[in-house]
């Protein structure tokens, strides 16, 4: 006997059918569940930014400098498609949110965006801050590889904590993963010296994996933040064609990001303790009363 599911419209087979081996008994139809959606096909991008964020990092920066074929502009144009990958893969992040709330999510949609975003926003940045602990001048190859790994268990940490953990509607709980490993990324194009960017891609790293609340990017929040990439994106390319100027604007676009990052746990600190204090001034007003 088969039931239909009115909901999936999916085929279920009782186990003493299934059991049978018979090949006319089983469905030739994929379970509605199991296949891709429009959010899953931009998540997918989202984990192929990600990864091409890392060839990119590989082929144009670290092998010509193991090799000692670097050339500057290479690198250069190297280092910015990867950090535009990592960008476009915000944006798939941004977009497959929006079009699962609008049209139908699979039951993969969740899984699917935490493994993307944890080859994104995880495992593409830390890399970047491997190869940066190998090829700067004043960087130490074991110091940047122990900072790699913080970023890395923090995106982890936090992706785990976001599937378990119900908030309010509206706000994360910890810096969100693209803001973060954007972030870390701005750090390092800063190009500041060793010990205090290491100590900024840790305290970044903290700030993924804490308990300070965010606001999620929607309506005009979610508006300003694409606009912020493109914007972005713009810097890099006039840095990577060396443009004029195109080195100090993107030096002041990757100061902002960071600003940007060390601002926003501030104002939520400072909104949350303005909220327990006209909490408890209406809980006074009440025993009074």
Not at 87 to 103: I, M, Q
Not at 109 to 121: K, P, Q, R, T, Y
Not at 199 to 212: D, E, T
Request: glycine share 8%; aromatic share 8%.
């Amino acid at each position: 006997m088969t039931v239909i599911d009115p909901d999936t419209q999916a085929a279920w087979v009782p186990e003493s059918d299934a059991d049978t081996g018979d090949p006319d008994d089983a469905t030739d139809e994929m379970p509605l569940s199991t296949r891709l959606s429009i959010a899953d096909t931009l998540t997918l991008g989202n984990a192929t930014c990600g990864f091409m964020a890392v060839y990119f990092t590989t082929t144009g920066v670290l092998i010509p400098h193991l090799t000692g074929s670097e050339d500057g502009g290479m690198a250069r144009h190297s280092a910015a498609t990867a950090v535009v990958l990592m960008l476009l893969a915000s944006v798939f992040d941004l977009f497959d949110g929006l079009v699962a709330r609008k049209l139908r999510s699979s039951a993969m949609g969740a899984e699917l965006d935490n493994l993307s975003d944890l080859i994104s926003f995880g495992l593409a940045p830390a890399y970047f801050v491997v190869v940066w602990g190998m090829v700067a001048n004043d960087a130490h190859q074991r110091v940047g590889v122990a900072a790699a790994v913080i970023v890395l268990l923090a995106v982890v940490l936090r992706l785990a904590r976001f599937s378990c953990v119900t908030l309010r509607d509206g706000i994360f709980q910890g810096m969100p993963s693209p803001f973060g490993a954007l972030t870390v990324v701005s750090i390092v194009l800063l190009e500041l010296p060793f010990v205090p960017t290491v100590i900024a891609i840790v305290g970044v790293a903290w700030l993924m994996a804490s308990r300070v609340e965010y606001p999620k990017p929607r309506g005009r929040l979610a508006v300003a933040m694409l606009g912020w990439i493109v914007l972005s994106m713009g810097l890099l390319a006039a840095w990577a064609f060396d443009a004029p100027g195109g080195e100090l604007l993107l030096q002041t676009g990757c100061a902002l990001q960071v600003v940007l990052g060390a601002v926003i746990p501030l104002f939520a600190t400072a909104r949350r303790v303005y909220a327990f204090r006209d909490n408890r001034r209406e809980a006074r007003a009440a025993a009074q009363g």
